[in-house]
């Protein structure tokens, strides 16, 4: 067993739900055989005379753990929550810790969108009858209040938004809250940001979203670094990583799943939604060298690629003139969507269950890469050993973040 310092952290409790399989064992199966469910969106709110393709959550239900009227006041965005910070807070044994030592940051502060559509329409001429608990859900508490209420936290509970990157924010922000010691251990939760048909129209016209052009074969529309890509594809993602010191996660006997080695956040200085090559370049190099890591370490990158033309090519350049081409990479989107707010932690949870799977899973649709040159994972899934591994999210606004992860 290494011998870790004191400041080091970890990834303990893990918990997922996605388009693909809901839990950590559901959606480590899913990656590794290549599923995907997309499709032309069918939840209500997300079609207005359209065709928006995606890959949405097709089974939830209430656990026994919470109340049903509780889970009945939620809105969707907050039962994926309550559903996926179960599973990581049993995975972590949290209630053996002392709730007034835990924090949650859940990345995303706008995630509710099509639930206020649904709630405007229906009240629409007859706006005296809003109900009351508009009051509370509008806010971006809400999602906070309804986790600490359900599990008891009592330390600190706040969003953080960083578009597409709030959820690697929420981990650096989870990781800066444990390492400053204002608490003992900290979640971080990348949220279901559940879009209605007015932001899946505004993100097709701003070109950042997939077009129509595959709506006819809905599996094929999702391509990240394939010369076919026109756009990103959503997907209903919801992730929860707890962060935590060793000495920690022993005491209650909780699993280690890989060490958080480096972290970089920084901005662009650009309000726009187009991607910044020096600011890619800059938070990798940083995350690098606060790791004590050189490129030639890296073995594996799990990277932001979104399926947009003008983000992947930038990224790709961004990986090359870093040192990390040698690098196996593939896409965790191609099979599930772009999560957006929860991106960042999913691709997190797919990159430590690869390392520790000693597996890479397909990227689908990847028949014609951008650069060949790279050292994709395509069609098929590969077996190969990674001890450090770097991922990326970037957002709106000029947002770029980069964590690496090491293997224990």
Known sequence: MPNYKPADLFMTGLGVTSSIGQGVE???????????????????????????????????????????????????????????????WEDAKLDLADPKRIGLVIGGSNVQQRNWIELYERYRDKVSFVPPSYGVSFLDSDLCGLCTEQFGIQGFAYTAGGASASGQVAVIQAIQAVRSGQVDICIAM??????????????????AMGTDRYVHDPAMACRPFDQGRDGFIYGENCGVIVIERAES????????????????????????????????????????????????????????????????????????????????VNATKSLIGHGLSAAGTVELIATVLQMRASRLHPTRNLIDPIDPSFRWVQEKEICYGINHAISLSMGFGGMNTAICLQKI
């Open 249 to 328: 996660a022993e005491a209650r006997q909780a699993t280690r799943y890989a060490k958080v080695s480096g972290w970089a956040m920084g901005m662009d200085a650009n309000r726009n939604p187009n991607p910044s090559y020096e600011g890619e370049t800059r938070v990798i190099r940083q995350a690098l060298e606060h790791a004590g890591l050189s490129a030639g370490d890296i073995d594996y990158v799990n990277p932001h690629g979104t399926g947009s033309p003008a983000g992947d090519d930038v990224e790709l350049r961004a990986l090359r003139d870093c040192g990390l081409a040698h690098a196996h």
């Open 26 to 88: 559901n959606f480590t199966a899913a990656l590794f055989e290549g599923r995907q469910n997309f499709a032309v969106m069918q939840r209500p709110g997300r079609q207005h005379d359209s065709s928006f393709i995606g890959a949405e959550i097709s089974d939830l239900s209430c656990p026994e753990r919470i109340p049903a009227k509780l889970w009945r006041s939620a809105s969707f965005a907050g039962q994926v929550a309550m559903v996926t910070l179960q599973e990581a």
């Open 190 to 207: 990348g949220a279901l940001q559940d879009l209605s048909y007015w932001e899946c129209q505004a993100l097709r016209s701003l070109g």
